[in-house]
């Protein structure tokens, strides 16, 4: 069996916060007044997205994954996205029992996973397509928008409660 090898704080971060994780709306027009925001929040400008640091301290999106709106984790430490089972559904993406063909080790121990490769993924303006990703049998709270989309961009930036992305 393939092994896919990543970040192992990527499961057992987000096993640490799912009963914490607020719901998805879409909030792209929003500003925030606070660091208490615990939905998405961000500010299209352009070729650049700024995301607010939620009140989890966690940076959140509702990005477009082959045209469904997806809530996603920003995950730096991830090396590849990951969608929840419900996430892939909602993206036209099939996981059903028996195509979970892949492992990956975490924290957690090992996990199930499905190789995939996402149409194409916008945050904003910010789009790339071909995005390799993975779509995890169980235990993932939220999907994460790791360094398979990432890497693509020009630049990730951290300004204090801002995450910038170019």
Known sequence: MRFLWFSAAVLAGAALFAERV????NAAD????SRETSTPVTTIT???SEIVRGADSH???NAQVNGATIRMLIDTGASIVALTRADALAAGIAAGP???SAEGVGVGGTVRLKP???DRLAVGSLAA???PAVVVEDTLPVSLLGQSYLSRLTSVEIKGDRLVLR
Do not use: H, M
Request: charged share 10%.
């Open 30 to 33: 929003q500003v925030p007044t």
């Open 129 to 131: 397509n071909a995005v």
């Open 46 to 48: 352009g070729a650049a």
């Open 116 to 118: 995939v490769t996402i």
């Open 59 to 61: 940076f959140y999106v």
């Open 98 to 100: 028996g195509e979970f």
């Open 22 to 25: 607020p719901k998805a709306v």
